[in-house]
C-alpha cells in the first residue's frame, strides 16, 4: 500500500468481479458517457486517441459506439481489436480505465438501437447510411477511481483533512473484474 493511503483511516480500496464491476461501469458511462477511445496501430505501437460517446452498456458490460466505416479508428481495430478507455467525470472524481476487445460489425438491428437523430451529422444518409458501423468493446481488465459519497463531502472532508493535518480522502478506487 502506498504512503497515502496508508495513512486512511477509512477503507478506500474496493475490487469489483462480475455483476459489481459490470453495475459500476453501467452507473459509470450513465453519468459520464464520454471517453478517449484509444488504439494500436498496425505495427502494433500506440495508435490514436479519439473522444466518443457510449451509446450503451449492455447487461454483460459491452460497451457499444458508432462509427465510420471508413475511419482510421475501424481501420486499426482491423488490424489489432485491443482497445481503451479512459473516463473522466470531472476534475476530481469519477475516473475509469477499461481495457478490452472491440468488434466491429454492420448489425442493423443494433444500429437501428442505437441511433438518435443528431447522428445524421456525421451520417448523412440517416440510419441506413452504408458507412455507419457499431462497435462493441467487451472489457478484460479495468480500475476506477471515484468519490464514495459526492463531490461536496469529499470537498469538506479534504479541507478538514488540511486543516488538522490528517489524511481525510473519500475516495474509493479498485480493479474491474468482468
Given amino acids: 500500500m502506498d504512503s497515502i493511503n496508508a495513512q486512511q483511516t477509512e477503507t478506500n480500496h474496493q475490487d469489483l468481479i462480475g455483476e459489481d464491476a459490470v453495475k459500476k461501469i453501467k452507473d459509470f458511462v450513465d453519468s459520464t458517457s464520454?471517453?478517449?477511445f484509444c488504439t494500436n496501430d498496425a505495427a502494433g505501437g500506440p495508435g490514436d486517441a479519439r473522444p466518443m460517446t457510449a451509446l450503451q452498456v449492455d447487461?454483460?458490460?459491452?460497451?457499444?459506439?458508432?462509427?465510420?466505416?471508413?475511419?482510421?479508428k475501424n481501420m486499426e481495430l482491423a488490424?489489432?481489436?485491443a482497445a481503451t478507455l479512459y473516463f473522466q467525470g470531472s476534475a476530481h472524481s469519477e475516473f475509469m480505465h477499461l481495457e478490452?476487445?472491440?468488434?466491429?460489425?454492420?448489425?442493423p438491428v443494433k444500429i437501428?438501437?442505437?441511433?438518435s437523430f443528431t447522428m445524421k451529422t456525421w451520417f448523412t444518409a440517416g440510419e441506413d447510411d452504408p458507412r455507419i458501423?457499431?462497435?462493441?468493446f467487451a472489457p478484460t481488465y479495468g480500475y476506477y477511481?471515484?468519490?464514495?459519497?459526492?463531490?461536496?463531502?469529499a470537498s469538506v472532508k479534504m479541507l478538514i483533512g488540511a486543516v488538522i493535518g490528517k489524511t481525510m480522502d473519500d475516495?474509493?478506487?479498485g480493479r474491474l473484474d468482468l
Fill in 79 to 81: 488490424a489489432d481489436p
Fill in 145 to 153: 477511481w471515484d468519490t464514495k459519497h459526492g463531490k461536496a463531502v
Fill in 171 to 173: 475516495s474509493i478506487e
Fill in 34 to 36: 464520454g471517453c478517449f
Fill in 100 to 107: 478490452g476487445i472491440a468488434t466491429v460489425s454492420r448489425d
Fill in 133 to 136: 458501423t457499431v462497435i462493441k
Fill in 112 to 115: 437501428k438501437e442505437l441511433w
Fill in 59 to 72: 447487461e454483460l458490460g459491452n460497451l457499444w459506439f458508432i462509427s465510420a466505416s471508413d475511419s482510421l
